[in-house]
């Protein structure tokens, strides 16, 4: 049977609603439910865990279809909606011939090709895959709930310029504007404003002030993205500005506040105060925290010719929390070192090494002693902590509220996962944070200054401190591996002692 017009028809419906085409496990999954095969069959068949095409992509995909048609879709009625939308589209082409098209159709048309767009440094997203529930979102919140100002947040290497891009072009039709811009190299406020304004106006005003942005956005439907804001915060103060760069601040809340038929969207790592004050769900001004997305971490691999089982790259994609950046790293790696092989890249069980230390470094040393030290916490503990659990582990003892101060930071930040009122790490960013504490501590005994040692051995008794145990590490020579390695299991053995009588003392 020829599913190829089928397999045309879906394509085409996923084009126009999220910009993208079916990735080879869809398309699995599209021709197996034509046949009427069983999810177990169609894994079969493909070479993907039964559980990942049936609890993972099956889902999403019928989700992302059902919007696309316009209708509920699944594996059982898919058929009889495919026939649905193939009666349609021949119903409107018969139609077509006979009429011109319509008002609404033909302004559309009209707009796309007056449409005005500036994509400065933006991405190349013609390979893009997966966010569509993301796309969805945002795309119901610019143009049916008329969010006025939008901030797309998430660490480093996560897909969110790529996803701004993506959603630009998704949107293009619908706005006379379009203008995207980078502020990774810190440009003041009076030069973005010039900049903004002199495309907005059509080249006829100059004037830098927020009040004529605002003007312009009123004026006509525009689409302003600003990428990487970042880049202008405070490394010390979460959500605040570095000096000089106060004035944006005072942009987002007169752009959250005014009333303007036109969007901003920005871009970050870390969350600006006045996004955190005015965002609501049913409010003008929204965050979408950016997560990593494993249908493209799992496409990257695939175009880079990556060698591995369904299973294999799963696991890969699962150590780097399906990070983008981290992954093209990796990538590079395991193409120039293990011949394309991630089987053989796995069993060396290491995570952080060359760029993906530094994109981690880049974060890390933005933060402020406490949330380091609630890092360095959270990485010790490797599982969901609650918040008293917290304030008791760490030395010295801090007020709640300091506490809380730092893990709203942290989150806003994009660096602590939460739930129920608990937080934890992902793999990726823990096994740096560890790594780095134990290159610290290991540090600090061959100078035989124990203060990090000290504050992270779960409140230490003294006779621990004096244990003979810990005085051989510090009488072994650091400067030799073999004797650093084995100073460094002695100590980690004595914080797991240490470990062990405070949950004996907690029950």
């Known amino acids: 049977m020829d599913f190829e017009p089928k397999l045309s028809t879906v394509n085409a419906a996923l084009f126009e609603r999220f910009g993208r085409y079916l990735n080879d496990v869809e398309a699995a999954i599209i021709v197996g439910s034509l046949q009427r095969l069983t999810y177990e069959k169609i894994a079969e068949d ?13 889902p999403k995909l019928w989700k992302m279809l059902s919007e696309a048609l316009g209708e509920q879709v699944s594996k059982t009625n898919f058929q ?21 098209l319509t008002p609404d159709a033909d302004c559309k048309t009209q707009l796309l090709s007056s449409s005005r767009q500036d994509w400065g440094e933006a991405v190349d997203v013609s390979l893009f895959y997966g966010r569509q529930n993301e796309l969805a979102t945002l795309t119901q919140w610019i143009l049916q709930d008329k969010c006025r100002l939008v901030a797309l ?43 903004l304004i002199l495309f907005l106006s059509n080249q006829q005003s100059i004037k830098a002030d927020i009040g004529q942005l605002i003007h312009y956005l009123r004026s006509a439907r525009c689409l302003v993205i600003l990428d990487n804001l970042e880049t202008i915060l405070d490394a010390e103060q979460a959500g605040q500005y570095s000096p000089g760069y106060e004035g944006y601040g005072e942009l987002l809340r007169v752009v959250g506040e005014t009333s303007h038929k ?41 175009t880079k010719g990556l060698v591995g089982s369904p299973q294999k790259k799963q696991a890969l994609c699962e150590r780097y929390s399906n990070n983008l950046l981290a992954l093209k790293i990796v990538a590079t790696t395991i193409q120039d070192l293990f011949d394309k092989s991630i089987e053989d890249f ?41 918040i008293d659990q917290l304030q008791k582990y760490i030395v010295p003892t801090i007020s709640k509220a300091r506490l809380l ?38 540090k600090e005994i061959a100078l035989k200054k124990l203060s990090l040692l000290f504050t992270y051995a779960f409140k230490l008794e003294a006779s621990m401190l004096g244990s003979s145990s810990l005085k051989a590490a510090l009488d072994l020579n650091w400067n030799e591996p073999n004797q650093r390695n084995l100073a460094l299991s002695i100590v980690l053995s004595v914080l797991e002692q240490a470990e062990t009588r405070a949950q004996h003392k907690s029950h």
């Open 153 to 195: 947040l998430g660490m480093g290497g996560i897909g969110k310029s790529a996803c701004s891009v993506k959603l630009a072009q998704i949107l293009q039709a619908e706005f006379e504007f379009i203008i995207w811009r980078s502020l990774a190299n810190a440009p003041p406020l009076e030069t973005l404003l010039t900049d």
């Open 80 to 100: 009889t909606a495919l026939e649905r939308r193939l009666l349609l589209l021949e119903s409107k082409e018969k139609a077509s011939q006979l009429i011109p």
């Open 262 to 302: 036109s969007c901003v969207m920005l871009t970050s790592r870390e969350k600006p105060a006045e996004i955190a004050t005015f965002e609501g769900v049913e409010l003008a001004v929204r965050t979408l925290q950016l997560k990593g997305s494993q249908e493209a971490a799992v496409a990257l691999l695939q």
């Open 46 to 58: 493909s070479g993907y865990s039964e559980s990942y095409v049936r609890r993972d992509v099956g």
């Open 346 to 386: 796995l069993k060396q069980d290491t995570m952080v090494f060359n760029g993906i230390r530094r994109l981690l470094e880049q974060q890390f040393n933005r933060l402020s002693a406490l949330e380091q030290t609630v890092m360095y916490q959270l990485a010790i503990n490797r599982e969901w902590t609650t």
């Open 405 to 442: 101060e730092a893990l709203e930071a942290l989150n806003g930040r994009s660096l602590i996962e939460k739930k129920s009122s608990s937080y934890t790490q992902q793999p990726l960013v823990m096994e740096y944070v560890n790594e780095k504490l134990v290159a610290q501590v290991a």
